[in-house]
Every structure is written in structure tokens, then in C-alpha cells.
């Protein structure tokens, strides 16, 4: 079945800069999408179509796509981003989530 | 504001049935395609079906394929998830989520989700 590789955990400093990769064969042919998703609460929309941000969705969340690997960056990290971030895309009919990552801002 | 409202978890002994329902409003509901998507306990998201905004097309997990039963009543703008044979690896909160587009496509992606309601099986 059809995976999306994330790495576990990134961590960066208040202020700085942080980039989530989330990895797949189908990546090239196939939209990724990016949840966000803090304790106790659900998930998120911050990233659509690899690189599209939904209203509401501070500027400092961008996407960027390059062959089979997708990269969430937020720039200007702030302690409120501090979560779990979730790639998702689809191969044939099936949707997949990416395993995760958790985001600590030191 | 876009609302989505489940119910319907509880526990569950293991071969046990359970009907989830997720109560839609703040959009035209039968503008759009819907979804189940559910997170075992400190684990990742997982999507375990969707339907069109006509019920004309629908989908599932492997994992659940010929046991979990997804529907919608549009009139009723709610949406269900019929779980039959549960096991305890089923044990997760549910979320319903709304799709951006009227069809389960393979670019479906959600763009709001509701709270999630509690499915522990176990004896």
C-alpha cells in the first residue's frame, strides 16, 4: 500500500525557521495536502494543492513540492505552532496520511 | 460557521456493533463529499471512508472494508458510519470531515473536521 514517510520530530527556536518533509512516490503526479493538529484538538487544513494556504491561515505556514518530496516551512516559528503536523495525499483511490511529525519549539 | 457534530462512541466488546452519526451544518451539506478519519490513542491519522455528495460513490480503508458502512441522509444533513465485527484495533476517536469537492476523488483533502467521538472496544 501507497506510504508517506515523515520524520518523527523537528524541533527549531522561536523565531527561526522550520521545514517538515513528508516523502512519496506518487508526490510527483498528486496533490499534498497539511493538517496541523494541537493536544486535545482536531486536525487543521493549513496547506492545500502543495503550496495554497486557506484563509485564516497566517503567512508564515508555505508549502513547496520538488519531485517526490513535499516540505511544509513555517517561517518565524512561533511557541503557538508548537503541534503535530500531518501530510496527506491520495494514490489511486485510496487517501493516506503521512505518519506525523511532532513540532517542538524550543 | 461550519459545524460538524458526532456522536455515538462508547465501548464496544469485541464482534459488537456501533452506528457513529455526524450532524452537518453551517454549509449546503449536499454540495459536498464527506469522510470518516479516525486516531488510535497517541497515533496518527488514518481515513477510513468517504462518500459522495450523492451517496454515487464511495470508499474505505482496507482495514475496514466489508465490516464499516458508510452513509448519509441529506435530507437530515448527517452523516453515519455503520461498524460491524469490531476489533479491538478499531479502538480510536472518529472524526467526520468535510471535503473541499462534491465527490470522493483522489484529490479529496478536508477542510474542516468535527471534535472526533470515542470508540473503545474491548471486553
Known amino acids: 500500500s501507497y506510504e508517506l514517510t515523515q520524520p518523527p520530530s523537528v524541533s527549531v527556536s522561536p523565531g527561526q525557521t522550520a521545514r517538515i518533509t513528508c516523502s512519496g512516490d506518487?508526490?510527483?503526479?498528486?496533490?499534498a495536502y497539511w493538517y496541523q493538529q494541537k493536544p486535545g484538538q482536531a486536525p487543521v487544513l493549513v496547506i492545500y494543492?502543495?503550496?495554497e494556504r486557506p484563509s485564516g491561515i497566517p503567512e508564515r505556514f508555505s508549502g513547496s513540492s520538488s519531485g517526490t518530496t513535499v516540505t511544509l516551512t513555517i517561517s518565524g516559528v512561533q511557541a503557538e505552532d508548537e503541534a503535530d503536523y500531518y501530510c496527506q495525499s491520495a494514490d489511486s483511490s485510496d487517501v493516506v496520511f503521512g505518519g506525523g511529525t511532532k513540532l517542538t519549539v524550543l | 460557521e461550519v459545524q460538524l457534530v458526532e456522536s455515538g462512541g462508547g465501548l464496544v466488546q469485541p464482534g459488537r456493533s456501533l452506528r457513529l452519526s455526524c450532524a452537518a451544518s453551517g454549509f449546503t451539506f449536499d454540495d459536498y463529499a464527506m469522510h470518516w478519519v479516525r486516531q488510535a490513542p497517541g497515533k496518527g491519522l488514518e481515513w477510513v471512508s468517504g462518500?459522495?455528495?450523492?451517496?454515487?460513490?464511495?470508499g474505505y480503508a482496507d482495514s475496514v472494508k466489508g465490516r464499516f458502512t458508510i452513509s448519509r441522509d441529506n435530507a437530515k444533513n448527517s452523516l453515519y458510519l455503520q461498524m460491524n465485527s469490531l476489533r479491538a484495533e478499531d479502538t480510536a476517536l472518529y472524526y467526520c470531515?468535510?471535503?473541499?469537492?462534491?465527490?470522493?476523488?483522489?484529490?479529496?483533502?478536508?477542510?474542516?473536521w468535527g471534535q472526533g467521538t470515542l470508540v473503545t472496544v474491548s471486553s
Open positions: 494543492k502543495d503550496s
Open positions: 470531515a468535510k471535503d473541499s469537492a462534491s465527490s470522493i476523488a483522489i484529490q479529496s483533502f478536508f477542510d474542516y
Open positions: 462518500i459522495s455528495w450523492n451517496s454515487g460513490s464511495i
Open positions: 506518487a508526490l510527483p503526479k498528486q496533490y
